[in-house]
Structures are given as C-alpha cells and as structure tokens.
C-alpha cells in the first residue's frame, strides 16, 4: 500500500473515531416518566371529580416527553380504604384522597374537618393554599409518615340530612341514627346528642330507604350523587364539620423528582386549588342545588343564636382532636387556621 493510500485510511479512521466518541458523549435522551395517580371519586361527583382529572390533564399536557400521569378513578385501582396503604405500598405514585377517611391515622388532617372552625370556604381557601404556614405546618406532620400533601381543595362544609324530622336544635338529634364519614364527623354527632354509623356513601341510599340510618352529616353534592334527595326530607345549613379532596404522594418519592416536574406538579397544584371557585360552585349552583330544590327537601337556617349553642356545644371536638396530637401542634394548627 502506497503512503498516500495509507494515508488516506488513517485519515478516514480518525474521522470515525472522532463521530463515535461525539455520539458517546451526547446525552441519551430522557425516558418518559410514568406515574400512577389513583382515586375513589366517580364523575358522578362532577364538582370534585372534573378537579381531579384537571389535574392529571394539566401535568399530561405540559409534561409530554417528560412525565405522564395515569389517572385510576372510581375504585378500579384502589378502593376509598385501600388508597393510603397502597400508595405507601407503591401500588400508586400518587392518590387523590378525602381527608376523613385516614384522619385517624393521620390527626393533623383534623384541622381541615374542625366544625365551626373556618369562617366560610373562601377563609379556609386562604390559610390552607400551597405555602400557607398551616400548609406547612400540615405537611411537617406528615413527613413523620413519610407523606407529602401536594394540595388540598378548600374545606367544604357539611349539613345534618334527616329523613323524618328537621333538625333545629342539638336535641333534636338525640336518639337519631346519623351516617358520618370520619372521626371528627363521629365526635360532632355523639357531642350533640346523636349516634353516628359509618357506611360506605354507596350503601347510604338503602341504609336511608330501610330505616338503618335516619340521616347523614355530609356535604352538598353528595346528595344528587347518590341520589339522596329521593329519600332524605330535610336539611339543617351549617358548619358542623368539612372535608375536600386532597392529594398525597411519599415525601421520598416527592423528592426524588427531578426539579422540573416538582415545579410542574406544583403549578398543576395550585390551578387544582382554585377549582372549587371556577369549576364546583357554577356546578352546585346550576346543577346540585336545583336537584335538591327540585325534589322538595325543606332547609333550616339557624338563627346566629341557634349556631352559637351548636359551636358551643361542639367545641369539646377541638380539645378531642389537639389530644390526637404531640403537645402544642393542635394549638399551633387551630391559631393559624382562625387568626
């Protein structure tokens, strides 16, 4: 081989070389994350559902190439008891969940179902946003479990249901059978005089027709969702107590997002925050509350001295719950949420 021949080739494999080790050194190309976000919520609560998939939507739409939610509702992944365990399981990334379910196991949670403790959705809007001090305040309890609360929607206050008689004083539920979703619930109804029962919301129509229950301490929109205003006669407004929607994901699986997808998450976040204002309430307002009108359940608006015997009478509530928790935090969580 001649030297410009040989020449030629040396200069054709330097030439490779040098593109392979360009190539080696390019960064590969990121894989899509994928993560599992699961709930109990079915669309027929359409003022809390449409939230949620916002949410997913929102993180689905600017996160392309970079994380993908997929977002298991109505049970088909975990069942409402089954969320927590299985998102600390890994069953789930992340859950959407109602904060009475696991108040017992997770107390702070309590100082979003307080009764009378929030002057109205609006005030309980304010001090519960993403980087509120009771924001944080909640989530340094949490992270003791291992749990990062990402959000919440606003505390929605929940009303007496009855079936046979309104409800204008405490003691007219004494002797009353009153269906309630968590312990705080439980706590107000036995404090004014009633018995509580916890059944799933899905068994809540029968237990009603059947005599099992003589009412409920829920919210609104549980009503046309399950179709309560066929059963149910009257309702009694009032801040007896309130849950909402919040969502979880591991503190340790939080922080091992990359930066970019925790800011993505977090502005997902706080448009899920304001959902209840530009989404539920137009809801409520054109669709639940004329169900409820439609089918002729009578209200009962207390009198300010009517609702000052009830908060009287449910402040043993509060001691109740700060003793669920390490000295001074409940006082802490309950100043934060008042002042």
């Known amino acids: 081989m001649s030297w410009k021949k040989l020449g030629f080739a040396f200069l054709i494999l330097f030439f490779v070389c040098g593109t392979l080790i360009t190539v080696g050194q390019q960064p590969a190309m990121a894989k899509e994350m994928k993560l599992i976000i699961a709930s109990y919520i079915t669309p027929s609560y359409k003022d809390l559902f449409t939230p949620t998939k916002i949410f997913a939507d929102y993180i689905n739409e600017h996160g392309k190439g970079k994380v993908r939610l997929e977002y298991f509702h109505s049970g088909t992944l975990l069942k409402a008891e089954e969320l927590l365990p299985g998102l600390m399981q890994g069953t789930a990334d992340m859950i959407f969940h109602t904060d009475s379910y696991i108040m017992g196991t997770l107390p702070i949670l309590g100082i979003i179902e307080l009764p009378f403790l929030y002057e109205s959705m609006e005030d309980a809007s304010k001090k519960l946003r993403i ?13 003791k479990k291992n749990l990062f609360m990402v959000a919440t929607l606003p505390a929605i206050s929940q009303y007496i249901w009855t079936k046979d008689k309104p409800v204008r004083k405490p003691e007219d539920l004494k002797g009353l059978r009153i269906r309630t979703a968590g312990r705080v619930e439980a706590m107000v109804i036995k404090a004014l005089g009633g018995a509580s029962t916890t059944i ?123 003793d669920q928790l390490p000295p001074g935090v409940g006082e802490k969580a309950i100043k934060l949420a008042t002042e």
């Open 131 to 143: 980087g509120s001090p009771l924001y944080e305040l909640i989530n340094q309890e949490l992270a």
């Open 200 to 322: 799933p919301t899905a068994e809540l129509y029968e237990a009603l027709q059947r005599g099992t229950v003589d009412g409920a301490l829920c919210y609104w929109g549980t009503i046309p969702a399950r179709g309560l205003q066929e059963v149910l006669k009257y309702y009694t407004k009032g801040y007896f107590a309130a849950y909402t929607e919040e969502i979880y994901m591991p503190l340790d699986k939080w922080k091992g997002l990359p930066p970019d997808i925790r800011k993505l998450m977090i502005e997902s976040a706080k448009l899920y925050e304001k959902q209840i204002f530009e989404y539920a309430v137009p809801v409520w307002d054109k669709e639940t509350w004329p169900v409820i009108k439609k089918a002729g359940l009578k209200e009962t608006e207390l009198t300010r001295e009517e609702r000052a015997k009830f908060r009287e009478m449910v402040k043993p509530v509060w001691d109740w719950w700060k």
